[in-house]
């Protein structure tokens, strides 16, 4: 269906080169499942300024714009993989410590600039390709899948393009919370974006453009398409996201992992110390066991294969909900026997940011409760542990962890839970987003493999939840067993999600119509 279909992917990041959410890991599966099917893909995105081992460089390449009346030079290093992926990697240093320097966010009107200088520079090279240059001599049709909200004025820019015939656009909505609004004066250093300035506005709003121009708005779980028609979830945009849902638009498509990334065996720590984590594995409680004396060595916790270890791992922001566990903390540490937690968060926030009390209130619980709680981030290294070649891998913590804690306010997939229940670690949730299409609830008559909070606000609902669980490991450990090994049979495959978008986005001589999914 796709063989005479270029699929271009326009992203901010993308792993292991960048990443900033977790899009930047989705598109890496997404990139390595196409690849293994032969289907050829180019990415266009900035260049991150990093090592790229993996890369063949070609040749660099001058885009010409007019940027506050002056030509000015994009210049666009061409590289490609082993892989048969090929990337279009925009040079620009302002931009590179732009990316460098998220979350936090520059002035608006520099924020504005660089974004719309990547979308010319991505229109530019979209143009040369639907012109059959640099590979693409016999595609009938073009798919653009662009992400994020900096991408949206190339969408609008391109709605308006001569060659626009040759495009099928398709976006994906992620996180609304940053939408790219700005005074419409940002327009006016860029000549070519000139025509897309209602005259009137106050405001423009570069995600809107984008859901407003695509062929299709795509989002990375069934509920969150759902949920995002209605306040506070659509956070001003629900209207015309419902809009284009009922004009069969705007699919929801669960995200999925890459199986050879979450093979056990591709897992240095793992495999290197045998620890078979696999679902259909008879002693896999055992294997968990031993994965936990491991990690409780790397951890600084003390040696216990039969405590009951709870682990949570997300970037430090308010959407992830640190504060329920810091809430709980102490009622957490009260129970008996007394269990291990390890949270792990990143970046640490800035000084006078509205986070870091959070922070460092919970490296005070770190201290007051040493022996059971470690607070690290992904950076901490004890050097005496590099010594002996071992560091803290996710992985790791998800195979020794009887609960993974995600107790978000908004999500729209997630991808931390399907990768802690792939290593038999039982999630924790709230009932938000792609967590409700992914973590079944347990219930009386041993179906469903996860625990559900009825309010992400409410300390005493986790702690429940908590005992609850520890509870059913110690008086029923066969039921706990069959958890443990329902939630490891979970299907996350991002060969499902491929073909979704195969079927779905990528074909455009199908009509639009929702996928089952949604």
């Given amino acids: 269906m796709v063989e005479n279909t270029g699929i271009i992917i326009v992203t901010l990041e993308l792993s292991p080169f960048f990443k900033v959410t977790g899009v930047g890991d989705l598109l890496h599966n997404i990139v390595a499942e196409l690849a293994r099917r032969q289907i050829p893909v180019t990415v266009i995105c900035p260049d991150f300024g990093c090592e790229y081992p993996h890369l063949t460089f070609k040749k660099?390449?001058?885009?010409?714009?007019?940027?506050?009346?002056?030509?000015?030079?994009?210049?666009?290093?061409?590289?490609?993989?082993?892989?048969?992926?090929?990337?279009?990697?925009?040079?620009?240093?302002?931009?590179?410590?732009?990316?460098?320097?998220?979350?936090?966010?520059?002035?608006?009107?520099?924020?504005?600039?660089?974004?719309?200088?990547?979308?010319?520079?991505?229109?530019?090279?979209?143009?040369?390709?639907?012109?059959?240059?640099?590979?693409?001599?016999?595609?009938?049709?073009?798919?653009?899948?662009?992400?994020?909200?900096?991408?949206?004025?190339?969408?609008?820019?391109?709605?308006?393009?001569?060659?626009?015939?040759?495009?099928?656009?398709?976006?994906?909505?992620?996180?609304?919370?940053?939408?790219?609004?700005?005074?419409?004066?940002?327009?006016?250093?860029?000549?070519?974006?000139?025509?897309?300035?209602?005259?009137?506005?106050?405001?423009?709003?570069f995600l809107r453009m984008g859901i407003e121009t695509a062929d299709v708005l795509h989002t990375v779980s069934p509920n969150y398409a759902?949920?995002?028609?209605?306040?506070?979830?659509?956070?001003?945009?629900?209207?015309?996201?419902?809009?284009?849902?009922?004009?069969?638009?705007?699919?929801?498509?669960?995200?999925?992992?890459?199986?050879?990334?979450?093979?056990?065996?591709?897992?240095?720590?793992?495999?290197?110390?045998?620890?078979?984590?696999?679902?259909?594995?008879?002693?896999?409680?055992?294997?968990?066991?031993?994965?936990?004396?491991?990690?409780?060595?790397?951890?600084?916790?003390?040696?216990?294969?039969?405590?009951?270890?709870?682990?949570?791992?997300?970037?430090?922001?308010?959407?992830?909900?640190?504060?329920?566990?810091?809430?709980?903390?102490?009622?957490?540490?009260?129970?008996?026997?007394?269990?291990?937690?390890?949270?792990?968060?990143?970046?640490?926030?800035?000084?006078?940011?509205?986070?870091?009390?959070?922070?460092?209130?919970?490296?005070?619980?770190?201290?007051?409760?040493?022996?059971?709680?470690?607070?690290?981030?992904?950076?901490?290294?004890?050097q005496a542990l590099i010594r002996e070649g071992i560091f803290i891998d996710r992985f790791l913590y998800y195979a020794a962890s009887d609960l993974f804690l995600m107790p978000s306010l908004w999500e729209p997939c997630g991808l931390c839970q399907l990768e802690a229940m792939r290593f038999g670690a039982i999630p924790v949730v709230t009932a938000v987003g792609g967590l409700v299409d992914t973590v079944q609830p347990v219930t009386g008559d041993n179906q469903g493999w996860g625990f559900r909070l009825d309010d992400p606000f409410d300390p005493q609902g986790l702690v429940d939840a908590v005992q609850k669980a520890m509870h059913l490991k110690a008086a029923q450990p066969e039921s706990w067993q069959g958890m443990v090994q329902k939630a490891m049979a979970f299907d996350s495959s991002i060969a499902h999600t491929v073909d979704s978008y195969i079927r779905f986005l990528y074909t455009p001589d199908l009509p639009v119509s929702s996928p089952s999914q949604s």
């Fill in 60 to 205: 660099s390449l001058s885009f010409y714009s007019s940027i506050g009346g002056h030509a000015s030079p994009l210049q666009f290093r061409l590289a490609t993989d082993g892989r048969g992926v090929t990337y279009f990697f925009l040079k620009d240093k302002e931009l590179e410590l732009y990316l460098k320097n998220l979350p936090a966010e520059p002035s608006s009107e520099e924020t504005a600039k660089l974004c719309l200088e990547f979308c010319y520079g991505a229109y530019l090279v979209l143009e040369a390709l639907s012109k059959g240059e640099f590979g693409f001599e016999g595609k009938d049709r073009l798919v653009v899948h662009a992400f994020h909200w900096q991408t949206g004025p190339l969408l609008a820019l391109m709605k308006q393009a001569r060659w626009r015939h040759r495009i099928h656009t398709v976006l994906t909505v992620d996180i609304l919370d940053k939408q790219g609004r700005f005074n419409p004066e940002v327009f006016e250093a860029h000549e070519i974006f000139h025509a897309l300035r209602i005259r009137g506005d106050d405001e423009i709003n």
């Fill in 226 to 382: 759902r949920e995002i028609q209605q306040a506070p979830y659509g956070r001003g945009l629900e209207g015309i996201l419902e809009q284009r849902y009922q004009e069969g638009r705007l699919l929801g498509i669960l995200n999925g992992l890459d199986p050879v990334l979450s093979d056990w065996q591709c897992i240095p720590v793992l495999q290197e110390n045998g620890l078979c984590i696999v679902p259909d594995n008879d002693q896999v409680l055992e294997h968990k066991r031993r994965a936990k004396l491991l990690f409780q060595k790397v951890a600084g916790l003390p040696a216990d294969p039969e405590a009951f270890l709870i682990s949570m791992g997300h970037r430090f922001v308010t959407q992830k909900n640190f504060a329920l566990v810091a809430n709980a903390m102490d009622q957490l540490m009260a129970l008996t026997p007394r269990p291990q937690i390890y949270l792990r968060a990143w970046p640490e926030p800035a000084r006078r940011d509205q986070d870091q009390e959070l922070w460092w209130q919970i490296t005070r619980f770190s201290k007051r409760y040493r022996f059971h709680l470690a607070f690290l981030s992904p950076y901490d290294r004890d």
